[in-house]
C-alpha cells in the first residue's frame, strides 16, 4: 500500500481532503475546528520529537521528510474543512448563472433547432440532441426510462467516451501534422480547445469535466514527453474538481463516473490479459465489451442503491449501441456546422437520420424483453459491505500477484 501511494502521489491529497469534506458533513462545525486543533497539537509533539532524534535541537520541527509531508496532509485537511465551510456558509445558496453556463445553455439550444430540419420525430430528435449536444431538454421521460432498463443511458450522458470520441476523431484528421518539433505543440494547442470547447458547450457535466481534465492531463503529459499513470491522473482529475466544488463529491454523477473509470483501469488490462484476441477485427468489440464489464461490475451496487434497478441485458445493448455511438456522435456534429448546399451533405444528413433511428430501434426492441431490468434495492450497509468486499478482493488479488512475480524472479535469479 506504501508503494502503491509513493508511485501515485496525488492519492494522498485527495484522500485527506475527502476526509475533509466527510467530517464536515458527520460532525458540526465546531466539532470539526477543535478536531483540527487536535490534530494540529498531536502533530506539532511528533514533529518536535522527530526533531529531538540525535541529541540536537536544530532540526526541531521539520528535520525529515516525513514530518513536512505529515504537516502538508493536516494543513490540507484544514484547508478542506475549510473550503467547506466557506462554501456552505458564504457563497449564496442561489447563484446567477455564469457567462459560461448562459453561453452553453444558448449554443445547445441554437444548435439544438437545427436537428429539426432532419427527418426524425420528436423521440429520435430528443435522442441525438442528448447524444451530441447533452442538450436532455428535448429528450423524452418515456425514450429516458428505456435507455435505463437496456442498461445504456451512459451513451446518451456526455462523458468520457464522448470527449475521447471528439478527441479522436480531430486526432484522426490531425494525423498528418508530423508527431516532432513545433507540430506536436500545434496539436496539443488544437486538441486542447476543442476538448475544452466541447466540454463548456455541453454544460460542463461532472463526467465530461472529469474526461476533459484527464485528457489534458495526459495530453500535457505526451507533449511533455513524460509518462503518465491512470491512476494518479484519475486522482489528479477528482481532486482538482474537489477543490473547486467540494460537495459535488456527493453528486451521483460524480460518483457513478469515477468509479465506473477506477474499475475500467483495473479490470481491462486483466481480462486482457486473461482473453488475449490477436486479431483487430474482434478486438476492438471485445475491448468494448470489457470496458462495459469493468463499469457495470463497479458501478452495480451505487445503482442499487440509488435507483434499485439494474439492467440484465446491457451487455446485447452495449455492442451495437457503442458502435452506432462512435461515429454517430462526430457525424452529427460536423452534419451541424457543415454549409448547406455544399457537396456530400445529402449523404451526412442521411447517415446520421439512419444512425439515430437504429440507435432508437435497438432499444426499443431490447426494452421489450421480459426482465430486461431487475429490481434489486441496497441500503447504505449493503452499499458499504459490497465495496468493502470488492476492494478487498482488488487489494488481495494486487498482493497475491506480487508475490508471484517476487517467486519467480527468485526462481529465475537462483537458475543463473
Not at 466557506?86 to 445558496?93: A, E, G, H, N, S
Not at 434489486?376 to 488481495?396: N, S, T
Request: glycine share 8%; proline share 4%.
Amino acid at each position: 500500500m506504501i508503494e502503491l501511494c509513493l508511485r501515485r502521489p496525488f492519492l494522498r491529497p485527495l484522500a485527506f481532503w475527502m476526509l475533509g469534506i466527510g467530517s464536515y458533513v458527520l460532525f458540526p462545525p465546531y466539532g470539526v475546528i477543535g478536531l483540527i486543533a487536535f490534530f494540529f497539537l498531536v502533530m506539532m509533539v511528533i514533529l518536535w520529537l522527530c526533531g529531538l532524534k540525535g541529541n540536537t535541537r536544530r532540526s526541531a520541527l521539520f528535520a525529515g521528510r516525513w514530518g513536512w509531508g505529515c504537516f502538508f496532509l493536516i494543513i490540507l485537511y484544514a484547508l478542506s474543512v475549510w473550503v467547506c465551510c466557506y462554501v456552505d456558509c458564504f457563497r449564496p445558496k442561489w447563484e446567477e448563472p455564469s457567462a459560461i453556463e448562459l453561453w452553453a445553455e444558448r449554443t445547445q439550444e441554437r444548435l439544438a433547432e437545427r436537428f429539426d430540419q432532419l427527418a426524425l420525430t420528436g423521440e429520435e430528435k430528443g435522442v441525438v440532441c442528448d447524444l451530441a449536444l447533452g442538450y436532455g431538454e428535448a429528450m423524452d421521460r418515456e425514450m429516458n426510462r428505456k435507455f435505463s432498463v437496456t442498461g445504456v443511458s451512459h451513451v446518451l450522458a456526455v462523458s468520457g467516451f464522448h470527449v475521447a470520441v471528439i478527441c479522436g476523431f480531430f486526432n484522426g484528421i490531425l494525423c498528418f501534422l508530423p508527431r516532432r518539433g513545433w507540430a506536436r505543440w500545434v496539436r496539443y494547442g488544437i486538441l486542447t480547445t476543442v476538448l475544452w470547447s466541447y466540454t463548456i458547450m455541453t454544460g460542463l457535466a461532472a463526467s465530461a469535466f472529469r474526461s476533459a481534465l484527464m485528457l489534458t492531463f495526459y495530453l500535457t503529459a505526451h507533449v511533455a514527453r513524460r509518462r503518465t499513470d491512470n491512476y494518479n491522473t484519475l486522482a489528479a482529475a477528482a481532486f482538482c474538481m474537489l477543490v473547486i466544488q467540494p460537495f459535488v463529491l456527493f453528486d451521483i454523477g460524480f460518483q457513478l463516473s469515477f468509479l465506473a473509470v477506477l474499475f475500467i483501469f483495473y479490470f481491462m488490462p486483466r481480462f486482457e490479459r486473461y482473453w488475449a484476441v490477436r486479431n483487430p477485427l474482434v478486438a476492438t468489440p471485445w475491448g468494448w465489451v470489457g470496458v462495459t464489464l469493468a463499469a457495470q461490475l463497479g458501478t452495480a451496487p451505487l445503482c442499487a442503491f440509488y435507483f434499485g434497478e439494474l439492467s440484465s441485458v446491457f451487455l446485447l445493448t452495449n455492442l451495437p449501441m457503442t458502435f452506432l455511438a462512435t461515429w454517430l456522435i462526430p457525424a452529427s456534429l460536423l452534419w451541424l456546422f457543415y454549409p448547406s448546399g455544399w457537396w456530400g451533405g445529402d449523404v451526412l444528413e442521411g447517415a446520421v437520420v439512419w444512425g439515430v433511428q437504429a440507435m432508437v430501434d435497438v432499444v426499443e426492441v431490447f426494452s421489450r424483453l421480459p426482465l430486461a431490468s431487475v429490481s434489486v434495492r441496497f441500503d447504505g450497509i449493503c452499499l458499504v459491505l459490497a465495496y468493502g468486499a470488492l476492494f478487498m478482493w482488488m487489494f488481495h488479488g494486487r498482493q497475491k500477484r506480487n508475490v508471484m512475480d517476487w517467486e519467480i524472479n527468485r526462481t529465475f535469479a537462483k537458475q543463473y
